[in-house]
Each structure stands twice: as C-alpha cells, then as structure tokens.
C-alpha cells in the first residue's frame, strides 16, 4: 500500500497540474507536509498544490487542492482486524480502555452508545458489562463503526494541522454528537453510502473545550465496511467561496493500469 501512496500523490499532481511524473518534485510546507510546488513555475499551467493520502486494508484514497488550504484525509475498514474476537474475549469496557489515550471519556461513552439503533436488536445494545463475552455480533459491529469513524475523523484532522496521532492532545480533541455514515448496501449501485458533514452540523468538533472554527470536516461511507474522512483548515463559507457553495469531497474511482499509464505517458495530459 505504501507504493500505491507513492503512485497516487503523482497521479494527482499530473491530474491537476498536467505535469508528466518524471518533472513531478516534492518540497515541504511550514507544517513539514509534502506538497508540490513547481520549480520553475509557468502561470499558464503550474501551481501549488496541497494534498494529502492515506490507505487501509487495499483501499488508497487521496485528495488534493490547487487552493491555499490545508488538508487532512483518512481511511478506514471496520472489520480488517479480528476486533469482534478481542471484544468477546476480553469485554467491551477492557476493549474500548486500550484508547483511552486517544479518545476522552466522553468520547469512549458515545462509541459504545449505539442506541439510535435500538431498534434492529434484541439485547440492550449499550451494555458494558466487562464480562460479558455473549454480546450480539451487530451489537459489536455497530460499536466497532461508531469506534472507526470517530478514529478517522481525528487522525484526517491530526494530519491536516500535520500532527497525526503523535500529537500529545489526543484526548482534548473530541468529536460530538457523531452517528456514523450508513453504507450503500445496494450493490448494484454506487459503492458511495451517506456523507456526514461538519458543516451541515451533523457532529461538531471540540478542542480544550472550545468549538473548533475554521475548519470544513466531512465523513463518507465507502462500499459495506470502508469510511473516508475528508478535512480542510478553511470554514464552511471559505470552502463555498473558494470551491462552491454546494462543494463536498466527490472521489472518482482510479486503477492502479490508470495510473501506470499516466506514468509512462511521459507528456502533459
């Protein structure tokens, strides 16, 4: 998967910039990021460009802006680990501790809560009960997507400040009021399912206890079991200035034949 990183960030300069691989140079910005800057820039056709990519379980997403923005993206995959097995073993309170370090206890709370799912069980879903190694394999799955998608939110936001779950502030990072995306489960059409979006208030974003401003933040279900998390360091009327006002992250499907075509091309496209 590093390779397909490796190959994608080329692609996407070469896809906004028209820039054939070989001229395709990398430099980094005040947050240690990689970007491209052209390094004798041609207004007609060269411009900087921010981008960030991220890979999980063979999916490699990437986004990348010809805007002075900073980016952040992250990808996920609800079932590549035997986390199902770990739970049953050691509990869901034992389980969900391990991260105590990354989410707050607020946090903690909300991942185990999926009652807004109340309905499609026939156990209390928001039992915690350490001991209990019987808990329903839906039960355990919902938690595990409330678990991911609060997961890839924060680390599409680490890498856009440039911090990633290095940063020491893991826990004063928080996202609220967040229900995961639902996938599009009807196969016979897009692999895309529901998007959640920061600015349309569908979760919100605190940090030391302060509502984060200034930054755009959305959430994509992918196929049954893969969610994308897109950030941008520019509010909800920064983003529709700069990118229009009904703008959300649209990603198109690229193999891995398209881009080693483009590598070989050898020209502008």
Request: glycine share 6%; hydrophobic share 40%.
């Amino acid at each position: 998967m590093s390779l397909g990183s490796y190959l994608l960030k080329r692609y996407l300069v070469h896809r906004l910039n028209s820039v054939p691989f070989s001229d395709i140079e990398f430099t980094y910005n005040e947050l240690r990021k990689p970007v491209y800057k052209p390094l004798s820039p041609n207004p007609a056709l060269d411009q900087n460009i921010e981008f960030n990519v991220s890979h999980q379980a063979g999916l490699v997403a990437g986004v990348a802006w010809a805007v002075p923005v900073n980016l952040g993206i992250d990808v996920v995959c609800v079932n590549e680990r035997d986390d199902v097995g770990s739970i049953r073993r050691r509990g869901w309170s034992v389980w969900i501790q391990t991260f105590a370090e990354v989410f707050s206890e607020q946090e903690i709370v909300d991942i185990g809560d999926v009652s807004y799912l109340e309905a499609q069980f026939t156990s209390d879903p928001n039992s915690t009960d350490a001991t209990d190694t019987t808990m329903p394999v839906e039960v355990i799955m919902a938690r595990l997507r409330n678990f991911f998608a609060h997961w890839c939110l924060k680390e599409a936001y680490l890498k856009m400040t440039g911090e990633a779950l290095v940063s020491p502030n893991l826990r004063e990072l928080e996202f609220r009021g967040l229900v995961p995306p639902r996938p599009n489960l009807d196969g016979t059409a897009s692999p895309w399912g529901e998007t959640k979006a920061l600015g349309n208030r569908e979760f919100d974003v605190w940090f030391r206890g302060e509502r984060v401003q200034g930054v755009q933040i959305w959430i994509q279900a992918f196929e049954k079991d893969y969610m994308v998390a897109t950030a941008v360091r520019a509010g909800k009327e920064e983003v529709e200035r700069l990118l229009g006002a009904e703008w959300r992250p649209r990603f198109d499907m690229t193999w891995i034949r398209d881009i080693i075509d483009a590598a070989n091309s050898g020209t502008r496209s």
